[in-house]
C-alpha cells in the first residue's frame, strides 16, 4: 500500500490544542516558496543553526547567519567544515569565506553576533539568486507582524503535551529529594532543569531537521512580541510581511510551559536586542565579496554532540 505523508499538528492546524506553543509546521509546499525557500539549516562543528540566502550589493547570493553558531570555545572562528542544506535543493553547499560582528564568546553583545559568508560552489550563484532574500526598510518605532522561521530544535508542543511534561518533571524533583516546581514553567537552560529534558525526555529537542515559523509582532526599537524558537533558530531570519529581512535571531530564553514558552526576542527590557535588528548588523552595507579579502576559518576542529 502506498504511504500517506500525515501533517504533524500544531497551532496553524489545532488552534485549540496549541495555545501555549503557538508554532507552526512549515508544510512541504510552503517550502517551495518565498521566503521559506531561501532558510537553510546550518550544520556547523558547534550544532545546528538557521541561516538566509540573501542578495547583495554585488550581484552575488551570500548567507547571513549567527556568529556564534561558529564559536569554539571562547574565541576561536571556524567556518571550515561547515555546510547548508536548503529545502527542495539536493546540491551540497559549503561557506567559504566570511564577514563578522565582533561577537567573540566572552563578552555577549548581540549587535555583534552576526557572520555574513560567501557560498560554494560559485557555479550555483544563478540558482541562489532566484530565492535570494532583499534587505527591507521599515519605521524602526512602529511593531509589525512579522515571521521568525528557523529549525529549533524543540518540537510543537500542544497543551496538553507541556502539562504532562510539567508533571513527569514534578516526580523527577521528588525521586530525588527536590522541590517540586511552582508555578507554570519549567526552565530548561542549565541544572536539574536541562539534565532531565536532555537525558529523558531527549525526544521533545531532537527536531531541529524540521523548519517552523513563528507568527509574532516586531520592532527595530521594541524588539519582539509572541516569538517563540528554541536552540537551532540561532541565525534564522526575522520576515516582515512581504517576505523581506529584517534581522536575525541570536539568542532566547529556554523554557517550557508559561506566557514565556519557547521564547525568543520577548518584549521584556532585557530581551529586546534578542533579535540583531537592520541598523545593527548593517545589512544594508553587506558587500564583503567587493570591499576586502574574504577571511577563512581556523582549521582547528572540535568534534560536540550536535544534540
Not at 264 to 283: F, H, M, P, S
Request: net charge negative; hydrophobic share 30%.
Amino acid at each position: 500500500m502506498p504511504a500517506i505523508a500525515m501533517a504533524a499538528d500544531d497551532h496553524c492546524t489545532k488552534p485549540d490544542e496549541y495555545t501555549i506553543d503557538k508554532r507552526c509546521y512549515v508544510t512541504e509546499e510552503q517550502k517551495t516558496q518565498r521566503p521559506y525557500n531561501a532558510v537553510a539549516l546550518v550544520d556547523t562543528e558547534e550544532g545546528m543553526c538557521t541561516g538566509t540566502v540573501i542578495k547583495g550589493k554585488n550581484g552575488k547570493p551570500q548567507f547571513l547567519t549567527a556568529k556564534h553558531c561558529f564559536m569554539a570555545g571562547s574565541t576561536d572562528f571556524i567556518l571550515m567544515f561547515t555546510t547548508i542544506k536548503l529545502e527542495n535543493d539536493d546540491t551540497k553547499y559549503e561557506l567559504c569565506g566570511y564577514r563578522s560582528g565582533d561577537y567573540n564568546g566572552t563578552k555577549y553583545t548581540a549587535a555583534g553576533d552576526w557572520t555574513v559568508a560567501k557560498i560554494c560552489p560559485e557555479s550555483k550563484d544563478e540558482d541562489l539568486l532566484k530565492i535570494a532574500i532583499e534587505k527591507t526598510i521599515k519605521n524602526p518605532s512602529v511593531k509589525y507582524s512579522v515571521r521568525v522561521v528557523g529549525y529549533g530544535a524543540l518540537k510543537v508542543m500542544s497543551d496538553k503535551e507541556i502539562h504532562d511534561f510539567k508533571q513527569e518533571y514534578d516526580n523527577y524533583l521528588e525521586s530525588i529529594g527536590k522541590q517540586v516546581l511552582d508555578g507554570d514553567t519549567v526552565y530548561v537552560s542549565k541544572g536539574y532543569d536541562y539534565g532531565f529534558l536532555d537525558k529523558k525526555r531527549s525526544d521533545l529537542i531532537d527536531d531541529n531537521e524540521n523548519l517552523k515559523v513563528s507568527f509574532c509582532k516586531y520592532s527595530q526599537n521594541g524588539g519582539g512580541e509572541g516569538c517563540q524558537g528554541w536552540k537551532g533558530n540561532s541565525g534564522g531570519p526575522v520576515f516582515d510581511d512581504d517576505g523581506k529581512i529584517m534581522g536575525i535571531v541570536t539568542q532566547g530564553h529556554f523554557e517550557i510551559g508559561g506566557a514565556n514558552h519557547a521564547g525568543t526576542a520577548a518584549d521584556e527590557k532585557l530581551y529586546k536586542n534578542d533579535i540583531v535588528r537592520k541598523g545593527q548588523i548593517g545589512i544594508k552595507e553587506i558587500d564583503f565579496l567587493n570591499e576586502a579579502p574574504v577571511q577563512k576559518g581556523t582549521t582547528a576542529v572540535k568534534k560536540t554532540n550536535k544534540k
